[in-house]
């Protein structure tokens, strides 16, 4: 149960890192990378993961 | 690179021949009558915007500005913007060359002001939103102003998280704020916004626009009240929300706003945005004039803005961005406020010259019963006709009749993709881009240019050179309309 970020659509703004409540977003590597370990998807803190949920790009915060 | 002002540039000019034996009171200038002379608004506001390019229409002959571009991430999106496309030739909202740091910013700030004595304002304009991330925003003002006390900040938003940073955004003394509101309708704003991201969700169609529009009326109302200076910016998308912008403008006018910029959609399929893709067309700039003057009685209007890159230095219509990336700033940065300090003492000088002279002028305009003429002027700074033909790649406009001068608009003739072409393609561009406009004043053009354009119905004179705006507009007014029996020459 983790979410991954798709490097080659990811416009690097940051807005996940920011949202995460997990923590479990880094900047590594000129990339945003969601920590599979902390990452819950979100289940039981929001309705929906919250890195999906602000990304500009579609489909590029999608379930590992 | 052509627009570069030099202090000395600027002297040049003959400000010992002017208007000193002239009568001072009265302001007469092209800014009566709306937000950018002193005669019109109360003291405490003129001190906040008379530096400020963006605010005031006088300002930015004078002064310039820079944005950082460190807050990369929005909380909504708009159909007209894409902030994954970059070209360094273009020049439009939402477009960086690259991102910075809080610490680079200042790092960026401090070596811009030690070379630009102009430097008057920092902005964060994002590329995403300053407000909602607000993080990097607030840390890169509070290095800044720890630093160069002297420079104004200022940042844009579109009001979503505005609310929640409102009093942090007082405290740093950040005079003026920026909100891009589109329209008032949320039937409207769901096909500009197809989705606002708010308080952990994600909301499509007229639920996310009515949150944003309820959140953008609370800022206004929230800064207003805090006595921060607001500008409102709308984007004019034809079709869309141009039905509504008149409403939108008294509204907004009701409400405290001090200044709305109403500007046209830019669009193109190559910029990859919804609005590009699926062919939505910008406005005319007929259109947009009408609407503009369809807001006069409301909030002022401004009209000299550029809409220019969230990483833009200089005055306004110019970009030195790419002469202060990253890789070419020194490693120590010094400040040299001196300079600063003396060129501000020059330019409120220069200001009361200025404001003589153009005073002398406009009670002598009175006289002259005639149409009124649209003039085109070359300037790259100081409120003098002292750019070369050749060099200009925008024009002022300016109207004059028997009530006085006043400016219109500026066009470009670079249209936000610089180069590729041949001289006689740039002659052209030129041409088209001042069609309707038959007078043009620069400081120097050759004979060519001057023939082609005199065969394309635009005359172009240079006997103004290094005068000021509105003097030489007025004087070439009366000399056009001067009563035979004077023995008036042909200008």
């Known amino acids: 149960m983790a979410y991954k970020i798709k490097v080659s659509q990811c416009t690097v703004c940051g807005a996940c890192e920011f949202e995460c409540p997990n923590g479990a977003i880094k900047f590594k590597n000129d990339t945003y990378v969601i920590d599979p370990v902390k990452c819950t998807e979100c289940a039981g803190q929001a309705d929906a993961p919250q890195c999906a949920e602000v990304c500009p790009v579609p489909k590029t915060c999608v379930p590992a | ?491």
């Open chain 2, 1 to 491: 690179m052509a627009n570069i002002i030099s202090l000395g540039g600027l002297q040049v000019a003959s400000r010992e021949d002017l208007g000193k034996a002239l009568a001072g009171g009265g302001c007469a200038s092209s800014s009566c009558g709306s937000a950018e002379g002193p005669a019109d608004m109360a003291p405490e506001t003129w001190a906040k915007v008379k530096d400020h390019p963006c605010y005031s229409e006088e300002a930015h002959h004078y002064f310039a500005r820079m944005h950082v571009a460190v807050a990369p991430a929005c909380n909504i999106q708009c159909n007209y913007c894409n902030r994954k496309y970059d070209c360094a030739n273009e020049s439009r909202p939402g477009v960086v060359s690259e991102r910075l740091t809080p610490e680079q910013a200042a790092r960026k700030v401090i070596a811009v002001a030690a070379e630009v004595p102009q430097l008057s304002v920092l902005g964060i304009a994002g590329p995403g939103d300053a407000a909602y991330d607000w993080r990097k925003t607030k840390a890169t003002f509070d290095l800044v102003s720890r630093r160069l006390p002297d420079i104004k900040l200022c940042l844009s938003s579109n009001g979503l998280a505005l609310p929640d940073h409102v009093d942090e955004i007082v405290a740093m003394n950040v005079d003026h704020v920026t909100l891009t509101i589109n329209t008032l309708d949320p039937e409207v704003g769901a096909r500009i916004y197809p989705w606002v991201f708010h308080r952990g969700r994600r909301h499509t169609g007229v639920e996310g626009a009515t949150i944003l529009l309820a959140r953008q009326m609370q800022s206004l109302d929230m800064l207003v009240a805090r006595g921060v200076l607001v500008k409102v910016n709308s984007v004019m998308i034809p079709g869309i929300n141009d039905a509504g912008l008149i409403e939108l403008n008294r509204v907004v006018k009701a409400k405290g706003a001090f200044l709305h910029n109403i500007m046209p959609l830019i669009s193109d399929p190559a910029h990859g945005t919804q609005f590009g893709l699926t062919g939505q067309r910008g406005p005319s700039a007929a259109e947009l004039r009408a609407v503009q003057e369809a807001c006069s009685g409301g909030a002022n209007l401004m009209k000299h803005c550029r809409q220019c890159r969230a990483d833009a230095v200089g005055l306004l219509g110019e970009d030195r961005g790419q002469e202060f990336t990253l890789d070419k700033l020194p490693e120590v940065v010094s400040d040299d406020p001196e300079k600063r300090a003396a060129y501000r003492d020059w330019v409120a000088r220069e200001r009361e010259d200025r404001r003589a002279a153009t005073a002398a002028a406009q009670v002598a305009a009175e006289v002259v019963e005639a149409p009124p003429l649209l003039v085109a002027v070359c300037t790259k700074g100081g409120g003098r006709i002292n750019q070369h033909f050749g060099h200009a790649t925008e024009f002022q406009v300016y109207e004059v009749d028997r009530t006085g001068v006043r400016f219109v608009t500026h066009r470009r003739a670079d249209n936000y993709c610089v180069g590729g072409h041949g001289d006689d393609d740039t002659l052209a561009e030129v041409i088209r881009t001042l069609d309707g406009v038959p007078v043009v004043l620069c400081a120097r053009i050759g004979e060519a240019p001057r023939a082609k354009m005199a065969a394309a119905g635009i005359e172009v004179i240079d006997a103004y050179a290094q005068d000021y705006l509105e003097p030489a507009i007025s004087a070439l007014f009366r000399l056009r309309n001067a009563p035979s029996d004077t023995g008036a020459l042909s200008a």
